[in-house]
């Protein structure tokens, strides 16, 4: 069974800084990528971001493109995201998820981390 546990969210002031952590278990990720995706209050989710597992390669949606940076620790099946000059509109609750360009694989989502960015 495939599980993502994600953390690392908090309150932060806009042009802050957060990093998250995803880690997943019960999926061979050799081929895969993994993305990150948020979700505001009222909205759909949405794209945020993706690495490929295996040569790191990595694509932002452009709401985010400079401001996030995504990486991945192979041996501990990790992903992060890196959350730099913060805005109020980045507030979400983010999760990630194996990714098919940059749809969904898992209908199973983890429980998320919630990220606020206000003054």
């Known amino acids: 069974q495939v599980q993502f546990v994600e953390s690392g969210g908090g309150l932060v002031q806009p042009g802050g800084s957060l990093r998250l952590s995803c880690a997943a278990s019960g999926a061979t990720f050799s081929g895969a990528s993994m993305g990150w995706f948020r979700q505001a209050p009222g909205k759909e989710r949405e794209f945020v971001g993706r690495i490929s597992w295996i040569g790191g390669s990595t694509s932002y949606a452009d709401s985010v493109k400079g401001r996030f940076t995504i990486s991945r620790d192979k041996p501990k099946s990790t992903v992060y995201l890196q959350m730099n000059s913060l805005k109020p509109e980045d507030t979400a609750v983010y999760h990630c998820?194996?990714?098919?360009?940059?749809?969904?694989?898992?209908?199973?989502w983890g429980q998320g981390t919630q990220v606020t960015v206000s003054s």
């Open positions: 998820n194996l990714v098919a360009g940059i749809s969904p694989i898992f209908g199973s």
